[in-house]
């Protein structure tokens, strides 16, 4: 009885690969089309697409988190139509196509991976990323001395991460260098001075010293936990989905709309749904 699933040669596998991308291009160009394109389509630029590319990101994370084939394969496709959008909307205006973002992407992983595809040896997976450091350095024309400055580095965690991630990278990369508190003790007593603080801005100060305060308080906060191990983003996403699901509840109990219900109603609902 023959396969009824026969395996695909290599050569097979890539052909029905690049089959499936030309098709995608081709209908993202069709959707880009100034006669018979979607108006929709036609009206983004690459700022507007900038908050689907960040949701996107984020969609891939949960569906990878939950193990959900299907919904990764999905988010991935959601996800590979912003990159390819992008590319689209850059050739309509005549900057750059896919393919110079392609051929950028895989001579950047030959130029990083000389012990793959030079004749470097490297002994594991530090040497590797140290290899890699020294590669983008050389590559962005900076000297090794500049290149292993601190402050560099933390700039560009700031500056290409989201801003809960970059502040646990900025401080695990501090600590990592010296920058340590003492004691836990230390750290909980400038968090409640940090506290005092934004209470104090709250009452007399602008927006501007508010936010600053909230930021210092929010920074403090996250290297506690970084010091006990706690992801932040991890623990802030566990308490979003508690508050939606209590929600949900509530909902269950009510009669109408919420916004129809008045605090103190809502404060009765909500005490109902923690007692069950």
Known sequence: MSDPHP??????????????????????????????GCPWDLAQTPQTLIPYIIEEAHEVVYAIRSKDNQAIVEELGDLLLQVILQAQIASDEGHFSLKEVAQGITNKLIRRHPHIFGDIEVKDKEEVSQNWEKIKAQEKGETPEIAQLLSRKLNRYNQTLSPLMASNKILVKAASAGFEWETVDGILRKFTEELGGFKQVLEVEDKAHQEAKLGDLLFILVDIARLYGLSPSEALQGTNEKFIQRLSIIETFADRSLTDYTVNELKILWQKQKNT
Do not use: F, G, M
């Open 7 to 36: 395996q695909k040669t290599p050569s097979q596998a890539y052909s029905t690969v690049v089959e499936a991308l030309n098709r995608l291009i081709k209908v993202v160009a069709k959707l880009r089309s100034p006669d018979d």
